[in-house]
């Protein structure tokens, strides 16, 4: 299921990433990796924040859809 679907406050694990390579280059150098743990804080506007590896990271409703959990 796609990270935007994810219930806020519950731990999730990454299993793959979508997109073009770009995107995909992109959202690793942010840490959304397989394995990685990823936790959805806040959703305003179908674009969210997640705790991932020790950082906040706001991600577009786009980017979100891209990461599969």
Avoid: C, T, Y
């Amino acid at each position: 299921m796609p990270l935007n679907l994810a219930v806020i406050g519950e731990e999730n694990i990454i299993k793959r990433i979508g997109g073009n390579a770009d995107i995909r280059a992109h959202l690793q150098n942010l840490g959304f990796v397989p394995g990685a743990v990823v936790v959805v804080v806040s959703s305003m506007g179908g674009s969210l924040i997640v705790n991932i590896k020790g950082s906040r990271v706001a991600v577009s409703k786009e980017m979100a859809q891209k990461i599969i959990i």
